[in-house]
């Protein structure tokens, strides 16, 4: 018997047990994610391809109130903006969309993200230069994430890098 394989009478166990954990959605998160794992969001399963005509679109005509997250697949503190989104939306007691736009990752390939954002409604996915759409966005937006466009309910926009404030989320939802 090869000794490399049997370190003790549990190995096998523990292999197994690793294995499962690793290869389950929501058991083993090292984040502390796994209550975002069990949110509603899983029932998104397309992606709408977000451009400068889709911005234009969502201003003039899109629900209000809402929320747009600006946010990439790298983005550290993305996941803790969405939670606080979340959290105030659901004190509301309002349905209020909640929108991830990912500018790094192209159609499909978005959904791959989606367990990273509480509460998320919508997924979108940049589509286009990505300079050019930022700058419909924003012209003074310096690529940094989260970028949250709040949108209430009289179309007044607050716009703020990284997570808003509770006076700010007060007002939109207010």
Same mark, same amino acid.
């Given at each position: 018997?090869n000794?490399? #394989?049997s370190? +003790?009478p549990f190995? #096998?166990a523990?292999?197994?047990?690793?294995?499962?954990?690793?290869f389950?959605?929501?058991v083993f998160?090292p984040n502390g994610?796994?209550a975002?794992?069990q949110?509603?969001h899983a029932?998104?399963?397309?992606v709408?391809?977000?451009d400068a005509?889709t *911005?234009?679109?969502?201003?003039r005509? +899109?629900?209000r109130p809402?929320?747009?997250? #600006?946010t990439?697949s790298f983005c550290?503190?993305?996941?803790?903006?969405?939670?606080?989104?979340?959290?105030?939306?659901?004190?509301? /007691?309002?349905?209020?969309?909640?929108?991830a736009?990912?500018?790094?990752?192209? /159609?499909?390939?978005a959904?791959?993200?989606?367990?990273h954002?509480? /509460?998320?409604?919508?997924?979108y996915?940049f589509?286009?230069?990505?300079?050019?759409?930022?700058q419909?966005?924003?012209?003074? *937006?310096?690529?940094?994430?989260?970028?949250v466009?709040?949108v209430?309910?009289? /179309?007044?926009?607050q716009?703020?890098? +990284?997570?808003?404030?509770?006076?700010q989320?007060?007002? *939109?939802?207010g």
């Open positions: 018997m000794s490399s #394989f370190v +003790g190995a #096998f523990r292999r197994m047990a690793l294995a499962f954990a690793l389950s959605p929501g998160m994610a796994l975002l794992a949110h509603a029932a998104i399963t397309t709408a391809d977000f005509a *911005w234009t679109q969502l201003l005509n +899109g629900p809402a929320a747009y997250v #600006f990439n550290a503190t993305c996941p803790e903006t969405f939670d606080v989104l979340s959290k105030a939306v659901m004190a509301s /007691g309002k349905p209020v969309p909640l929108a736009i990912l500018m790094d990752v192209q /159609g499909e390939r959904l791959a993200h989606a367990h954002y509480a /509460g998320v409604t919508k997924i996915a589509d286009g230069f990505e300079p050019a759409i930022r419909v966005v924003d012209p003074k *937006w310096h690529n940094i994430t989260p970028y466009v709040l209430a309910r009289s /179309g007044k926009l716009r703020v890098t +990284g997570q808003p404030t509770a006076s989320l007060k007002a *939109w939802l």
